[in-house]
């Protein structure tokens, strides 16, 4: 059975940085695309990025340059660095996983697996 387990949110003032860990049971990185998304107060989950099996990585307009997704396959984790974070940043962190497959997809149904989510609130 898979299962993936977020940690490290918090509560952070604008311009700190967070990392986000999402361990992964039961499934080997090698064979999978992970992805990270967001949820909102009253908001649609939506896109943060995601990474290959090899290393390719997607990310939404709103994480480019500040955010980053990398994997330790020994530890089968996944990582999202956060960097310069403002308010808007505020909600529920998700961790996702799918078969991997030629396309990097963003799209929230594409993932077949999903963790129970972090909170990240960043005040101003």
């Known amino acids: 059975q898979v299962q993936l387990v977020e940690s490290g949110g918090g509560l952070v003032q604008a311009g700190d940085f967070l990392r986000l860990s999402c361990a992964v049971s039961?499934?080997?990185?090698?064979?999978?695309?992970m992805g990270w998304f967001r949820q909102a107060p009253k908001k649609e989950r939506e896109f943060v990025g995601s990474?290959?099996?090899?290393?390719?990585?997607r990310y939404a307009d709103s994480a480019k340059g500040r955010f980053t997704i990398n994997i330790n396959n020994n530890l089968n984790t996944v990582y999202l660095q956060m960097n310069a974070l403002e308010p808007g940043d505020t909600a529920v962190y998700y961790c996702?996983?799918?078969?991997?497959?030629?396309?990097?997809?963003?799209?929230?149904?594409?993932?077949?697996?999903w963790g129970q989510g972090t909170q990240v609130t960043v005040t101003s």
């Open positions: 990474i290959g099996s090899t290393g390719n990585t």
């Open positions: 039961g499934r080997a990185l090698s064979r999978t695309i």
């Open positions: 996702a996983a799918k078969p991997v497959t030629s396309i990097l997809t963003s799209m929230t149904t594409d993932f077949t697996y």
